[in-house]
């Protein structure tokens, strides 16, 4: 009898194991979720986490990156990008998003800027390239594309964070981003250029940071960070220059971490909610989790309310 309970209990054990997929990442703290998909592999870029226990604020020194093809199974790529490789860069690693074009790989990321000739520091943002998702990454300017000094509608020194970016059908790039402020600017087709003046969007309800820019069925979907602690919530346009429609929560807080941060994918026909929480044992607000689980549209496009879960997404092939 002792023995079939503790055989039971093993089965439970490897059962709900197996089952646990959230967070993906179990071997340190990732945060700011950004998946592409290229060549029918799943690329996820994040930020990682490396404050200590109790830590007050965050402490971020390099970008991850993790794929997949089956959703279940994460390659660990390494730290394949950190602001060193900017020469005009601090120490912060903030929130960034890697996207293809014409075999490029451009890699926009939030990072602190040094005091010089082109900014007095706060957060900008820049652009590494390579040509193969996994790197090598360098500086594609040699300097930022955004600094602070260009933005002067809200005074903080960290409202340019969080860049995300959209390649409409006829191939013009924009870029969104912002934090209590959301702005966007058109890119030329080099990817490194401003090609237009930096529009600040008039603030989408409970905007707070995190923006995730992308068009499905000629209806365009601004997803961000809303509130505070963070939920996700969204507006849609039929234009990727608005103005944008108010539409709703699709996620609630997460669990023991005040921020979230949306990273949404089509894959292998399932869409995907890529999102952080704080939910390893020792994690919190600065030592966060990167999450995965199915999000469903709506017949009308409307998007339903994610179901944050443990067991995270199913295999596929
Ligand atoms: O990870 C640092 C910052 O926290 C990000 O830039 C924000 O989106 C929030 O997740």
Redesign the pocket.
């Known amino acids: 009898m002792e023995l079939r309970i503790k055989i039971t209990m093993l089965a439970l054990v490897v059962f709900l194991g197996v089952k646990a997929q959230n967070p993906i990442i179990k071997h340190l703290f990732t945060?700011?979720p950004a998946p592409i998909v290229y060549n029918d592999t799943l690329f996820l870029y994040t930020?990682h986490?490396v404050a200590p226990e109790n830590a007050p604020n965050?402490l971020?020194r390099d970008w991850y990156l993790f794929s997949t093809t089956d959703m279940v199974n994460w390659k660990d790529h390494g730290a394949v990008l950190s602001p060193k490789v900017f020469s005009w860069a601090g120490e912060d690693a903030?929130?960034a998003q890697c996207i293809e074009r014409n075999g490029k790989f451009y890699w926009y990321v939030?990072v602190g800027h040094k005091s010089d000739e082109n900014s007095k520091g706060g957060f900008a943002i820049g652009v590494a390239v390579s040509d193969r998702p996994t790197g090598p990454f360098k500086d594609a300017i040699g300097k930022a594309l955004i600094v602070n000094e260009m933005t002067t509608d809200v005074k903080h020194s960290w409202d340019d964070?969080?860049p995300t970016i959209l390649i409409d059908d006829d191939g013009q790039a924009y870029m969104y981003w912002g934090?209590l402020s959301c702005r966007y600017v058109k890119l030329k087709e080099n990817m490194i250029e401003l090609d237009g003046p930096v529009t600040v969007i008039p603030k989408p309800q409970n905007f707070t940071?995190?923006p995730w820019i992308y068009k499905r069925n000629s209806l365009y979907y601004l997803v961000y960070?809303a509130k505070f602690p963070e939920t996700i919530e969204y507006c849609t346009s039929t234009s990727p220059t608005g103005p944008w429609t108010y539409q709703g929560v699709i996620q609630d807080p997460v669990q023991n971490s005040t921020?979230?941060?949306a990273g949404i994918i089509d894959y292998k026909g399932k869409t995907y909610f890529f999102y952080?929480n704080g939910a390893l044992p020792t994690g919190g607000n600065y030592r966060?989790s990167v999450c995965v689980d199915y999000m469903y549209y709506n017949p009308d496009g409307t998007i339903q309310k994610v179901v944050q879960t443990t067991e995270g997404v199913k295999p596929v092939k």
């Open positions: 945060a700011d930020g986490d965050y971020m903030y929130a939030a964070i969080d934090n940071e995190g960070a921020t979230t941060h952080h966060r």
